[in-house]
């Protein structure tokens, strides 16, 4: 795993020759081979660079205060030393800083880019990323902050894991203040930290105050005792105290000899405001903190000569930074991006017959070549392991042949969904099994604001992750285990929805979306196709068009004339309904009909589609989910935009909960008769 810049893509749409800005030389301090600044723990050493960690935050609330900043930015002003101590610590080149909005502090101790901070929150070109992501969305080598409390810590532990399977000495550290405390997924990703007994450190910036509410309002018990409960080992130590620097170099080295993961919790105080103008405390308040200054009472440990000439050094540095950055032009696009998808084609991938007993044992089929094919694949999920094999038994007989590869996982949607983006950051391929597609809706964060985002913003960071997920009605389970939740997903910008039929050659689907997409991808598969029959059936490839990124490897099938009076259009579980509705309105209405079916809906192959379509005179498009909003909705759209002259018809579920009761379940989702009677109606 590498996060470096901006993409190539975007390097040359922001007009960025050289794809980030150069370190300047920081006075007084030697950088390591990778750009790390060597920060020594003597008090001169750590006084310098801490006072031009808090003159660089002081630089920035000055640039706000006349306007040349874009957004917002979080100051780690009074916590200097706090932010520096684990990053400092840091020494292999493999060691992974994941980080938040509160950020500053830990980025220049893993940098030196100084001028790339300040840079990037102007929104100067000259930024560590452009511009593009600001005060709190940052990647540079292994250190990556995101805005979202708590988001990167189920990522983390999937790159703890990942530098576990390939034997690095390397460690994750996950930056959290204590406000995140209340987030679920921090507890998610602690389990998993320690169920796979991984080198990852969480370190908790316990500053006593959330936005501007007091923590001791908003948090129940000792925060260490939450480490504990999880059997992490648990340390407490205070940014004031003498000895503070050195019982941080001792955590991490206890962390690097793989001893399982820990929980720092460091006591700290913030001087600043939350943000920018938000501090709302009390002036007595803001004084006892100020007169605890663990700065300050280092710098007064040195004699006046030797502060103020580190104090002068620095700030002429800082006046070349600011005017480094001032020079740099505002951030533009040469060329607005038009989506973030990347294309890559593997060769020597495994392949599947189109003919099949049945779609589950395609799907076994597929996960069990991956798995042999390379070591870089995993799967993991809840109860994959034998003799249970998955809640649908995809994955049977898979956890005994490939042990340590395909993981039992403990209830965690939203933390293994963040633990397969971290794999799959790391270079390994992961296949992760949610047990039910509605429970989808509990890894949306990971998906929307982490997956989806990484690779349209950073250069080098992919994140080819397969999320599977059965869905669908008709089993009597319910309204929230019988859901088809496609229409939610393939709005996602980014993000690749694939759903295949019987008819499709779904193993191959899904080999190929694992070898040769590098593009977060949900597969969706509909629980009563598991025992159709895998068979072509007829039905014969469309022509792919070549705008369509994805569309020869997802490709979309057709059967029936090809003069047709309808067309109807559908996908997945659909499709057998959707046949025999054919087969009653050739037989009995005598009308030629026409199938469309994608295994692609997002992003949507839309020339293809239209190079169909557009000449035909009658579409009814067709979906098991409510059909507002929806993929019928988009193409239907796409065809209007195009001048489609035809009739054309959409139908779907109503917008309410699914039953339960059989019964009522039946009346409520589409069958062929509903279908012949809208089709009927377009005449």
Sequence with gaps: MSFVNISDQMEKQLGNTDGSSSVMQI?????????????????????????????????????????????TTHTCLGQELCQMSVVRALTEPDDVVLSNHRNHGHFMTYSGNFLGLVAEIMGR?????????????????????????????????????????????????????????????????????SVWNVSMLFVVENNGIAQTTP???????????????????????????????KNVENVVQEIRAHTGPGLLEITTCRLGPHSKGDDLRDAEEKKRIAERDPLAALGRKLTDEQRTEIEERNLVFLKEVEKEALASPESSFATAPEHIHRSRQIDAIPSMDAEFGNVRGAINAALHGLLTHTNDVIVLGEDLHEPYGGAFKVTAGLSDTFSGRVISTPISEAGITGAGIGLSMSGYRAIVEIMFADFLTLCMDQIYNHAVKFPGMFKDCEVPVIIRAPCGGRRGYGPTHSQSLENLFISVPGLTVLYGSHRHNVGQLLIDAVTCWPNPTVFLEHKLLYGEKQSSGGYETVQHDPADLGAELFPTIRYGHTEPDVTLVSFGGMLPYVERAAEYLKNEEELEVEIIAPSMLSPLPRQTLLNVLLARQRILVIEESHHEFGFSAELLACLMENGFAGQAARVGMPPVPIASARSLEQDQLLDERIIVDNVLDLF
């Design 215 to 245: 923590t001791s309002e908003t948090i129940a018990g000792a925060i260490a005792d939450r480490g504990k409960a999880f059997n992490l080992k648990t340390w407490t130590l205070d940014d004031a105290s003498a000895d503070f620097i």
């Design 125 to 193: 070109e000259a930024g560590v990323c452009g511009g593009y992501g600001g005060s709190q969305h940052i990647a540079y080598r292994h250190f990556h902050s995101n805005g979202v409390q708590a988001g990167m810590t189920g990522i983390g532990a999937g790159i703890a894991l990942a530098r576990k399977l390939s034997d690095s000495n390397g460690i994750v550290v996950s930056m959290i203040g204590d406000g995140t405390l209340g987030e679920g997924l921090l507890y998610e990703s602690m389990n998993l930290a």
């Design 27 to 71: 006075p007084g301090f030697c950088l390591d081979e990778f750009g790390k600044p060597i920060i020594n723990s003597d008090a001169p050493s750590l006084y310098a660079f801490g006072h031009l960690v808090r003159c660089t935050e002081t630089l920035i609330l000055d640039l706000f205060s006349r306007g040349l900043l874009s957004g």
